[in-house]
């Protein structure tokens, strides 16, 4: 809505569908990878076909998939992560940005093998959360090498 996704955000959270995918393993994801407590904005662009966003949480290799739910796997990866810094929704809608940045520093952004570009919002919960200024980080994240 108003090319913002926060609607569905707010279903997921109010449908407790995050809860429904972590009860698929018994391991702590906080502890079991750095930032593994995040909720995941996952996008895919491809010139020709539609965009893609996609809601969820990154979970461990072979976890099973709760019905209705849908999955993606990604191969080992390199990530490039910017810290967009700023109030509410000024931190959104950033991603072009940061992969501008990313390539200024002699990264190059790399596709997947059917040529399309993953990229994610990761909100970690310590960093996501509004500080005294009402500042929030959110993580932008895009598959380099």
């Known amino acids: 809505m108003d090319g913002m996704f926060g609607k569905y955000w707010d279903d997921w959270f109010q449908n407790k569908w995050f809860d429904e995918i972590k009860k698929q393993t018994d391991k702590n994801l906080k502890t079991m990878y750095k930032d ?13 076909e539609d965009f893609e966003y996609w809601i969820g949480i ?21 990530l490039g992560v910017c810290w967009v810094y700023g109030k509410g929704t000024d931190v959104f809608m ?24 993953w990229f994610f919002e990761r909100y970690v919960p310590d960093r996501f959360m509004a500080n005294k200024n009402g500042r929030i980080i959110l993580d932008i994240c895009h598959y380099i090498k």
């Open 36 to 48: 593994g407590d995040s909720t995941i904005g996952l996008m895919r662009r491809k010139e020709g």
């Open 58 to 78: 990154f979970m461990p290799e072979n976890t099973d998939v709760p019905k209705d739910y849908e999955y993606h796997d990604f191969p080992k990866s390199i």
């Open 94 to 117: 950033k991603e072009h940005e940061c992969a501008k940045k990313l390539e200024e520093k002699g990264y190059k952004i790399v596709s997947d093998n059917e040529g399309a570009y």
